[in-house]
């Protein structure tokens, strides 16, 4: 297959993706240009056990070809076995222009003997996790099956630590600068052979209207020139009416909003996402009416859609920062062994930020427990902690350092152990701030 050909093929899958994604995947194939042995391989949607066995059926009628892909991701296993697959048959994988191929799907699209990407494509990693209990098996075994499978097909170290780094709320979307620089070997289509602009973007990040000039921060507007998500005429908290009062902000927070919208629903309105994003509202109104504050936790909800800030949002905050405007969003935590400090419960989950249960899911599979607090802090576990099961959000609790791990890489200070004492109940248990030591996936 030419470049030429393969191009096209991205193409010219547009109108099939287009019908948009069911709750399981969608896998169809249709010989190219009428010759049976080539074959090319839409798959669309939500992995789902038993869909491998769907997709081996479909790619075993041809000697070779191309899978295109379209979906937030799911079940990890039927990800590396589509992608093993797909190695093993030596097909080429491409992600047509606007669509999203994330998690899982991400995974198998690496299985690719060649890998494309149109220029509007967007291709997202992070850990091993499952949001509704379907993709890890065992505890801890997500990550290691990964790592194996990406081994496997000849990835370097380097590789596998780049897509496996991301937590389990936010995706680590791969540029050809990464790609390059960690071993990943991949082909952008050239832009004007895929150019889509008339066609409507099928997900990923929204782009905004053109900014107006900025006004001067922390002015009370007439009226900003991009609403808010939200009704300012009951705006009563001084967060959302410094948002209702900056154009910036106010431009920044619909932003968010329209990316929660029209996403990719794989991955943009599963309940960790929405879990997400109400924890970084609620930090938000600790910034009171500080703008700077205010944009630095909108600029973090906007990276769990898509790492790449826009420029008129950077440069609007460096803005705010030569002219000492406010200051950023930092979390309050304890910072030597021993020192504690009083804050409350915002937020309990599982490890994935689905709501938390006593009970293990139909799979035998227990998904952990996990915690956000005002002040910035965060635990997780990976078990079903007691003080976090009879604890609500609200709860005043005592956060105290217990350790701090050693040897770390300069930036990496996941491993941090804290108690945590919840002041009505009166449980408390000793729980890490991350999956992983520092230093690891």
Known sequence: MTLASITKLLVSALPLILVGAASAASIRDEPVNGDPDVGSIVVQGEFVDGDEKTFNTAIQKYSKGI????????????????????????????????????????????????????PTAKLGFHAAYRFDGSVAREAGLGNALVGAYLTRIGLPLESVIYITKAAPEDMTWLTPNDAKKVGIDLRILDDQATNTASRPPISGPASPPPVPAPQPPGSLLAGPTSSPSFDCSRATRADEKAICADAI?????????????????????????????????????????????ILTVQMSALR???????????????????????????????????????????????????????YLNASGFDSGSAADFRNGGHVISYSKERVLLDSRNGDRVKMCLVSIPKNCPPGDDRGRMYRIINMRTHDSAVISDSQHMCGGA
């Open 67 to 118: 899978v295109l892909f379209e979906s937030g991701g799911g079940d990890l296993a039927t990800g590396l076995v589509i992608g093993t697959t797909i190695r093993m048959k030596g097909f080429r994988t491409g992600v047509a222009p606007g669509a999203l191929c994330a998690s899982s799907c991400a995974l198998a699209w690496l299985g690719g003997v060649q890998r494309y990407l149109a």
């Open 249 to 293: 902000l106010a431009r920044v927070d619909a932003l968010i909003a329209s990316n929660f919208r029209s996403g990719n629903s794989a991955i943009s309105q599963s309940p960790g996402t929405r879990y997400w994003l109400r924890i970084r509202n609620a930090r938000r109104e600790n910034c009171h009416s500080d703008v700077l504050c």
């Open 304 to 358: 769990m859609f898509d790492n790449t800030m826009p420029k008129w949002i950077d440069d609007y905050k460096v803005r705010l920062q030569t002219e000492g405007i406010g200051s950023e969003w930092k979390a309050v935590l304890p910072t030597t062994v021993g020192e504690c400090v009083n804050t409350s419960i915002i937020g309990i989950s599982d490890r994935f930020g689905e709501p938390l249960s006593p």
